[in-house]
T-cell receptor, first 114, second 114 residues
Framework: AQSVTQLGSHVSVSEGALVLLRCNYSSSVPPYLFWYVQYPNQGLQLLLKYTTGATLVKGINGFEAEFKKSETSFHLTKPSAHMSDAAEYFCAIVKGNRDDKIIFGKGTRLHILP | DADVTQTPRNRITKTGKRIMLECSQTKGHDRMYWYRQDPGLGLQLIYYSFDVKDINKGEISDGYSVSRQAQAKFSLSLESAIPNQTALYFC?????????????FGPGTRLTVL
């Protein structure tokens, strides 16, 4: 069965600093991988996704993630944090199968320090 | 107007009461989901439906039931609410046409069981 593990339930970075949120996955078949973001008092929304092709994926708000098969990782980065990036971020996985459902990690709350 | 709506947005109820949370979508998606979110636990899947006649249990279906009244409507019921069902509940939709399974979330229902 596939799974995702997010390292760190809370991450704090200074405004303007690099954001790095870690996600490792386990899957017996090539997976599709996602990052979702949840702003306070809102539902989740898609930040970016990897299906096939280019391993560096760009998303909204300056975020990007790189699929590294050899490391079974899909870490989320942003070069320069902004106060508006404060939110909870979820990594998710689904097998490349039309009948499989998505599985979410436990989430990482990103705090931006002024 | 929002593509995925949930009613009510907030609900306080007492132990033993039956309550229903409703979800409607205008995205035309076949797949609908109910999740529960608890701090530190991420999202847990309660039930999912791939079409009107297909309903499946998720990870934590005990104590819950669902009804898919139409393609656009998917309701979640707590037959006899208990305090540990206090949580944030999200409805989501997805469309597996093509190669991905991006999920679209409603704004959530905050349920408190006293």
């Amino acid at each position: 069965a596939q799974s995702v593990t997010q390292l760190g339930s809370h991450v704090s970075v200074s405004e303007g600093a690099l954001v790095l949120l870690r996600c490792n996955y386990s899957s017996s078949v090539p997976p599709y991988l996602f990052w979702y973001v949840q702003y306070p008092n809102q539902g989740l929304q898609l930040l970016l996704k990897y299906t096939t092709g280019a391993t560096l994926v760009k998303g909204i708000n300056g975020f990007e993630a790189e699929f590294k098969k050899s490391e079974t990782s899909f870490h989320l980065t942003k070069p320069s944090a902004h106060m508006s990036d404060a939110a909870e971020y979820f990594c998710a996985i689904v097998k490349g199968n039309r009948d499989d459902k998505i599985i979410f990690g436990k989430g990482t709350r990103l705090h931006i320090l002024p | 107007d929002a593509d995925v709506t949930q009613t009510p947005r907030n609900r306080i109820t007492k132990t033993g009461k039956r309550i229903m949370l409703e979800c409607s979508q205008t995205k035309g998606h076949d797949r609908m989901y109910w999740y529960r979110q608890d701090p530190g636990l991420g999202l847990q899947l309660i039930y999912y439906s791939f079409d009107v006649k297909d309903i499946n249990k998720g990870e934590i279906s005990d104590g819950y039931s669902v009804s898919r009244q139409a393609q656009a409507k998917f309701s979640l019921s707590l037959e006899s609410a208990i305090p540990n069902q206090t949580a944030l509940y999200f409805c989501a939709t997805s469309d597996r046409q093509g190669t991905t399974d991006t999920q679209y979330f409603g704004p959530g229902t905050r349920l408190t069981v006293l």
